[in-house]
Structure formats: C-alpha cells, structure tokens
C-alpha cells in the first residue's frame, strides 16, 4: 500500500535497507513483525500482511544502484544459493 511504501522510505536507515546499504548483502527476514531489524516496521507489517522478505542490494562498479525487495505473506525461506552473490 502507499502508507507502507511511505514508511519504507521514511525508516529505511533504521531498518534492513540501512543494514544492506552498509553491507551490500542479501537480508533474509523470516517473520517481519517480530525481527529486532524491522522493529520499527512491526505494526505496519502485521496490517499489510507481510511475514518474510527478502532484500538483494543491486550493485554496479561496486556502487550501491538500489535494491530488490521480495516479500511473501506466508513464512518463507531461501537456501543460501539462492540468495548468494549475484555476478
């Protein structure tokens, strides 16, 4: 919805988007209403239904360009091969 785009870009630094930018890693989160690294995104997460997401930075020259975000409604995990480097 356009309330939690909204948030994400308000709290990005104080969510996973901030740990990726500093990492440029893949961040898995199981279960977004309880995960200390979305905290801030707890309540709005349980009203949108969002449980797990997944967010790949997209790096070019070794620069952050953006990032990916996967969410699903339901609990979800990858393999660490699905979520490694991408060349």
Do not use: K, Q
Not at 2 to 24: E, K, N, Q
Not at 31 to 36: E, H, K, L, W, Y
């Amino acid at each position: 919805s356009r309330t939690y785009l909204d948030a994400v870009a308000r709290f990005y630094r104080r969510s996973v988007g901030g740990i990726a930018t500093l990492t440029r890693t893949p961040i898995f989160v199981g279960d977004m209403a309880t995960d200390p690294r979305t905290r801030i995104l707890h309540d709005l997460a349980r009203r949108e239904g969002l449980r797990s997401m997944l967010l790949v930075p997209l790096l070019h020259r070794g620069e952050l360009a953006g990032a990916l975000s996967v969410y699903h409604d339901v609990a979800w995990s990858y393999t660490n091969d699905e979520i490694g480097p991408v060349p």
